[in-house]
């Protein structure tokens, strides 16, 4: 399945798949043309791909044509059939549709048309599940599934995106090369790569966004804090965001956040931030990542802390019967105010390294329990530059594993070990000063518990293994025995303990 290298540059004219000449020269095609699959379709355009395009309703096929049909070679259809005659074979094509049944309709309409062979892709937000799912039909059928994940939105799409296909590594010998051409670049490197079998593209996609979830709750506590903290205004935080870009922190969602917050509302005159809606929504994939770690067993604190801030901002009633309550007596705020600004940097940086520790686990967990053999490393290297959580810090995170592939937990690593450790007491003054202030941290403050939980001698585990073993005769382990030996004490009798 070798792509006609030496031919795939050639323009062809926009034309209507009624044009005989146009059967079979398209490299990919595109169904679903809403903004992410038309800016990936003009993507794959600009870099010299002749791009079959279809769309339930050809309203959305001929708007792109009217407004982008010149930037590339694009071959027109109407209904199936046709987008697949366009296609050379075997055939590739993308599906840009909502996740759920109109994915699943998608597929069986192709699936129904497509020849041995052909590659079915689909590059949207799909429950990691449903791509398992999905790909086991449809190689029953004899036909290639590809669950890729996207990220990047609109921009992305457009102009270079992280690109996490999962499926058979047959199908990415043939498409891999066309998707690592149009995805970001870092250094030379596409930031697309196999990540490995059936639901693992989409599911290590779940897990970006997760963290995505994370990285913005860490944000806004940030912000929170400098607002609440030190009374500072929108922009003026803007500016100490767009400073925090220069250093550690340097990533693609600080940015934004300097850019949001500058951002000045033309209706009434003031920060559009101090005017949006403090109600936070989601589409439902941090959701499912904190399911999926619930399920796996792997503690995602930030990415749950997340979830639940958001559904606590959209919690209007509650919000409006417990506005004003009591606080208790309230502590000082800061009076150095460089010295704060300071540590909340460092706070954030720090519980930012344990939301990207949670969920690499997260990745880990999922690969050994679905056997998808995935390198934690090649992550860091593909989400570096396209996606929404790209950031300077996932050269870090690249490294750690390149040194060490078995690594438990990036926290031990030297670079982030170091980093905590240079952070810590930062990090414990802001949390601190947070809970006088009665300013709400979550993520700031979980992040600090896991961290002191992992690194406690002693966890009070033990206790609730005693629990267990009183009110249900659950068993416990012993320190002084094998791992796996189990003990009982008869509680309700003389008390002695047994082997179990
Ligand atoms: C990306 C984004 C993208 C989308 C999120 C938003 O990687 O490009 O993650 O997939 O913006 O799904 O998610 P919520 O609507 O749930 O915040």
């Not at 398209?26 to 769309?55: D, E, K």
């Amino acid at each position: 399945m070798e792509l006609p290298r030496d031919t795939h540059h050639e323009r062809l004219p926009v034309s209507s798949s009624e044009t005989p000449s146009t059967n079979g020269t398209a490299q990919i095609g595109v169904t679903g043309l809403a903004v992410m699959g038309s800016n990936l379709a003009r993507n794959f355009a600009h870099h010299g791909y002749t791009v079959a395009l279809h769309n339930r309703t050809t309203a959305k096929t001929d708007a792109l044509l009217e407004a982008h049909g010149s930037e590339g070679s694009f071959v027109r259809s109407e209904t199936i059939p046709e987008f697949l005659a366009a296609l050379e074979k075997p055939r590739r094509v993308i599906i840009m549709v909502k996740a759920g049944d109109p994915t699943d309709a998608v597929i069986e309409e192709l699936a129904d048309a497509m020849e041995e062979g052909d590659i079915i892709i689909d590059g949207g937000n799909s429950l990691y599940t449903d791509t398992i799912r999905r790909e086991k039909a449809i190689r029953e059928r004899g036909l290639h599934y590809v669950g890729a994940g996207i990220s990047g939105g609109e921009e992305g799409a457009l102009n270079g995106p992280s690109i996490m296909p999962g499926g058979p590594a047959e199908s990415y010998e043939s498409l891999g090369p066309l998707l690592e051409e149009i995805s970001a670049h870092v250094d030379g490197v596409p930031c697309c790569t196999h990540i490995g079998p059936d639901g693992s593209g989409h599911f290590v996609k779940m897990v970006h966004n997760g963290i995505e979830y994370s990285d913005m709750q860490l944000i806004g506590e940030a912000y929170q804090l400098l607002r609440d903290g030190l009374g500072k205004s929108a922009p003026e935080i803007a500016d100490i965001f767009a400073e925090w870009n220069e250093g550690d922190l340097d990533s693609y969602l600080i940015e934004i956040t300097a850019e949001v917050l500058k951002q000045i509302d033309k209706k009434t005159g003031k920060p559009l931030v101090d005017v949006i809606l403090d109600e936070a929504e989601q589409k439902g994939t941090g959701r499912w990542t904190v399911k999926s770690a619930l399920d796996l067993g792997v503690p995602v604190t930030g990415i749950a802390e997340a979830v639940f801030a958001r559904a606590l901002s959209g919690s209007v009633a509650q919000r409006k019967a417990t506005t004003g309550l009591a606080s208790g007596e309230l502590g000082e705020h800061p009076t150095d105010e460089a010295r704060f600004i300071d540590d909340v940097s460092k706070a954030l940086y720090a519980s930012k390294i344990i939301a990207y520790a949670q969920g690499f686990n997260q990745i880990q967990a999922g690969s050994n329990e679905y056997d998808w053999d995935i390198t934690l490393g090649d992550m860091a290297t593909i989400w570096r530059g396209g996606c929404i959580i790209r950031a300077k810090f996932l050269n870090r995170i690249k490294e750690a594993y390149d040194e060490d592939p078995q690594l438990a937990t990036l926290i031990a690593a030297p670079y982030f070990r170091d980093a905590v450790e240079a952070g810590i007491d930062s990090w414990r003054r802001v949390v601190v000063t947070a809970t006088q202030l009665g300013i709400p941290i979550p993520g700031f403050a979980s992040a600090l518990s896991y961290y002191d939980a992992l690194r406690t001698e002693r966890l009070p585990a033990a206790l609730t293994q005693g629990l267990r073993d009183f009110f249900g005769a659950h068993t416990y382990g012993r320190i002084d025995a094998d791992h796996d030996a189990k003990f009982h004490t008869q509680w309700s009798g003389d008390r002695s303990e047994s082997p179990a």
